[in-house]
């Protein structure tokens, strides 16, 4: 960072990777109220609406996880606590084994009901 960035991440203490992650979260993570209600309005199912918010947040705190962890061990690998990197580590494998076990769960939902039609 030059100029004011640096300087704000100064006074907050923190550093140019935490800052990085930080974006990186809020990037992909749900979007504003009125973004909101439009999926709501397009799913007509309050289950998809949250599913689909809960993907979000996962996907964002994925990825911040992996550019804090990956730029921390690529910058300063010596201040990379890994207590808390093997926590986040379990957590994003278990968000994974969520959305994949609801993905297969809607395949074979969406498999019998095809079966049935025919």
Do not use: H
């Amino acid at each position: 960072m030059e100029g004011a960035g640096a300087e704000v991440a100064g006074i907050l203490a923190i550093t140019k990777i935490a800052a990085l992650a930080y974006l990186m979260f809020n990037l992909f993570t749900p979007p504003c109220f009125a973004a909101i209600g439009a999926m709501n309005a397009e799913m007509k199912s309050a289950k998809w609406l949250w599913g689909g918010i809960g993907l979000q947040l996962a996907v964002g705190y994925t990825v911040a996880y992996l550019v804090y962890t990956i730029g921390t061990l690529i910058a300063n690998p010596a201040s990379l606590n890994i207590a808390a990197a093997i926590a986040g580590l379990a957590a994003v494998i278990v968000m994974a084994g969520i959305i994949i076990a609801l993905i297969r769960n809607t395949d074979k939902k969406l498999k019998a009901e095809y079966a049935l039609k025919k």
